[in-house]
């Protein structure tokens, strides 16, 4: 194979890790989403952080909003949560959670009427808690729509902000004129930001993000991801055979996550292949369209739509697979993925993985290493790989077990708490 491994990695090392920390600190972690019951599946990655700097000895609270799916008594592991309400009937509370975006490229109309008094609350909330904990830092997840509170509520505290960005934040404020200004003025105050691919950081500084905005890849806990994770037989759940070959994906069916382009490639294979079979998890605006897609390339019996994979299941669809693709691109709108965190959870689970060469991806993949990297939007590229996977079973064990041996080494959640902490520190 030709070794294209990268000359040098522009984003934070493994190696960093073992500068010692010189303090605890009392940080205030603000999110827009935060996982709302035992197994919730919105933004868990937010608690997988908050958990990893509580464990380096940090005095975590964590703020979110109110949702009616939250469970008041939900255990939290033992990191504080405080729920703030902002409008009655509770129903009408949509911001946050992946609820406030229509069809994932705009803001809903309710929107604009619930944010003034979402942001209000918010802020009397950071005020009150970040009073309480004598907070000496803010940490706040998305600039928008957090930053604004975040950043008034810094300065009146006289304490730092530090704001990591995810995606759909940068993707509304280059989107909206007045947004992007909020997210200008936010990031003027934040001693430290992190991104979690090279086009969100470089988004970010142009919207005035701080010349030291850092990378900052996401990380999986390969104790809960690993290759014997599965537990239910979702070959028998959907009557395949044990020795059929299954192609798997996983994400919202939604335009930027490319699943037509993977759909597709697949149509180019299944001659080739007819006992391997294409896996779909998630739901979505696009579910009809793809189901009508596999009709249209007369593919429909060897792709199968799972459907919703809840969050404590995903480990067990994931390990059950043979190959995983994550096939993002760039939606007509601009949209695009940061990091999705079910391509480290593939990785760890030690499954060959091929990914877009799209937002953070080629941050934990290594082409022809740990991995296969293609151009978005390409379907011929994708079967190509695809054909090249499903024909070679020492090449399938070679990049799963370099896949997972890197995550170890490089992308648990303790190695992103350590990262985060040392950036708190020392942010130049």
């Excluded at 499954?351 to 799209?358: G, K, M, T």
């Excluded at 151009?375 to 590229?381: G, I, K």
Aim: aromatic fraction near 8%.
């Amino acid at each position: 194979m030709e070794d294209r491994r990268p000359r040098h990695n522009n984003f934070l090392l493994p190696s960093s890790i073992a500068k010692p920390l010189s303090t605890h600190m009392r940080i205030t972690i603000l999110a827009s989403t935060y996982p709302r019951f035992p197994g919730d599946g919105a933004a868990p990655f937010v608690q997988s952080i908050a958990e990893g700097l509580a464990k380096l000895g940090h005095q975590i609270e964590v703020i979110a909003p109110d949702d009616v799916l939250v469970a008041h008594n939900a255990n939290t592991a033992h990191i504080p949560v405080q729920r703030f309400r902002y409008f009655w009937p509770r129903r009408w509370q949509i911001m946050g959670h992946a609820r406030a975006l229509a069809r994932d490229t705009c803001l809903r109309p309710a929107t604009y009427l619930l944010l003034p008094f979402f942001l209000l609350a918010e802020f009397i909330t950071l005020l009150r808690i970040t009073k309480a904990q004598n907070s000496e830092m803010i940490y706040a997840h998305w600039v928008l729509p957090n930053g604004p509170a975040a950043a008034l509520a810094a300065r009146i505290r006289h304490i730092p902000l530090a704001i990591s960005l995810h995606g759909s934040d940068i993707y509304i404020a280059n989107k909206h004129s007045i947004f992007g200004a909020v997210a200008r003025w936010s990031f003027r105050q934040a001693r430290c930001v992190t991104a979690c691919s090279p086009e969100l950081r470089d988004a970010a500084r142009k919207l005035g993000a701080p010349n030291e905005t850092r990378l900052l890849a996401w990380g999986v806990d390969p104790k809960r991801f690993h290759p014997k994770a599965a537990q239910e037989n979702l070959r028998a759940k959907f009557k395949l055979a044990a020795e059929t070959q299954i192609i798997a994906a996983l994400g919202r069916l939604v335009p930027k996550k490319g699943f037509d382009v993977l759909l597709r490639a697949w149509a180019l294979l299944v001659p080739e292949f007819p006992a391997a079979r294409l896996l779909i998890g998630g739901e979505g605006e696009q579910r009809n369209y793809l189901v009508a897609l596999t009709d249209e390339l007369t593919i429909q019996d060897s792709v199968v739509f799972a459907g919703q994979i809840p969050w404590p299941e995903t480990p067990s669809f994931l390990a059950q697979a043979d190959i995983f693709v994550l096939p993002s691109r760039q939606d007509r709108f601009g949209n695009r993925d940061g990091l999705p965190t079910v391509l480290l959870e593939a990785m760890s689970c030690g499954l060959p993985v091929i990914a877009s060469q799209i937002g953070g991806a080629s941050l934990v993949v290594q082409d022809q290493i740990n991995g296969l990297l293609i151009p978005p939007s390409d379907a011929r590229a994708l079967a190509s790989q695809l054909r090249e996977l499903l024909q070679n079973a020492a090449l399938r064990e070679q990049l799963g077990k370099t896949a997972r041996e890197h995550i170890i080494q490089a992308h648990t959640w303790d190695h992103v708490a350590h990262h985060l902490s040392n950036y708190f520190e020392s942010p130049v």
